[in-house]
């Protein structure tokens, strides 16, 4: 009884602390303590062309999720384009400073979709997502975290029916690619690299 | 003990299944980027039932509602994100609600703004 007591207290926290990501933040990061963050759209450096569409909802989700205040992908297209700033490529090399005069936020997350492929290897076919991230202080432009990561998932090419059944599964998979599942597990990945924000996410 | 043990686990793992906003939220977000208009407006509501409080839901959804042409309620939208975050809700949403989003800086390398000072 007393062994099952002592792996119950003791042996739980110590598998989750097994999975905690570790941390990647700068020095400043801890003194400037950032809690509002505008997305900048992302910069699409691929060859695809719905990038932007796909990725910035869940971007911007995403880190609202780990407890920041994220402006709004509507509320920050509206006033670039009343602007006619829609370049992310553009809006990437202002200041930050425009942007927290502007909105008002503490830090500017800027992306880089790097990668947004798949590969078909005879039988199988692979997703990959790749991003480089930065978060800037608004004000000062100071870098606050950094982190740059591929994700590569091999999803499921439905491989019933023996060869032939793979063959299809991995072509029809090609064809009909689900990006967002592992774009969006790759900035999961990526945002769990920054410490929990204080911001409320959902007080129903 | 091993019992009691074992019914602590339900309600933890009920948690992990928790109802969030933020799959409507999303998809709204998603719908609106695709330039669906009208066929978000059930996510929006959606997520607003769920989590009334979530954090730029209602600027969200004010947006949208500006762009519908249904001023009087976006701007409602507007006065309760502001409410419900006095020191979080972007400067950005007085612009588009004064409608002085508009740029006299067009094509430059600046951004317009009714208000100069930092937070």
């Known amino acids: 009884m007393n062994g099952f007591r002592l792996l119950a207290i003791g042996g739980i926290p110590l598998l989750f602390s097994a999975c905690a990501p570790e941390i990647h933040t700068t020095a400043d990061f801890q003194r400037l303590k950032p809690h509002s963050v505008l997305v900048l759209p992302p910069e699409n450096t691929t060859a695809n062309t719905d990038v932007l569409e796909k990725s910035y909802p869940f971007l911007f989700s995403e880190l609202a999720q780990r407890g920041y205040y994220a402006v709004s992908p509507e509320l920050a297209m509206q006033l670039f384009q009343a602007n006619k700033m829609e370049d992310p490529g553009r809006l990437n090399k202002l200041p930050t400073g425009k942007f927290n005069e502007v909105f008002g936020v503490d830090a500017v997350l ?13 039988v199988s076919s692979t997703v990959n997502v790749g991003f480089d991230m930065e978060l800037l ?50 900035a999961k990945n990526m945002f769990a690299t920054i410490p929990q924000g204080s911001v409320n996410v959902v007080t129903p | 003990m091993k019992r009691q043990f074992l019914s602590a686990f339900p309600p933890l793992i009920l948690a992990g299944c928790a109802v ?36 730029g839901l209602h600027a969200s959804y004010g947006v949208h509602l500006l762009l519908e042409g249904r001023r009087d309620e976006a701007l409602k939208e507007f006065a309760i994100e502001k409410a419900n975050y006095p020191g979080f809700a972007p400067k950005g949403i007085d612009q588009l609600a004064l409608g002085t989003a508009n740029p006299a800086s067009a094509g430059s390398d600046s951004i317009s703004r009714t208000e100069t000072s930092p937070r």
């Open chain 1, 110 to 122: 800027r992306t880089k979709v790097t990668e947004w492929s798949s590969k078909y290897i005879v």
């Open chain 1, 137 to 186: 202080d608004a004000r000062t432009g100071t870098l606050l975290w950094k982190d740059s990561k591929v994700l590569s998932q091999a999803p499921n090419n439905g491989s019933g029916g023996g060869l032939v059944g793979a063959l299809v599964g991995a072509a029809l998979h090609a064809a009909v690619t689900p990006y967002e599942p592992v774009a969006d597990q790759n």
């Open chain 2, 20 to 55: 969030t906003p933020w799959p409507h939220y999303e998809a709204a977000v998603r719908c609106h980027m695709d330039g669906k208009k009208q066929e978000c407006d059930g996510d929006y509501l959606k997520a607003i039932e769920i989590g009334p409080r979530t954090q």
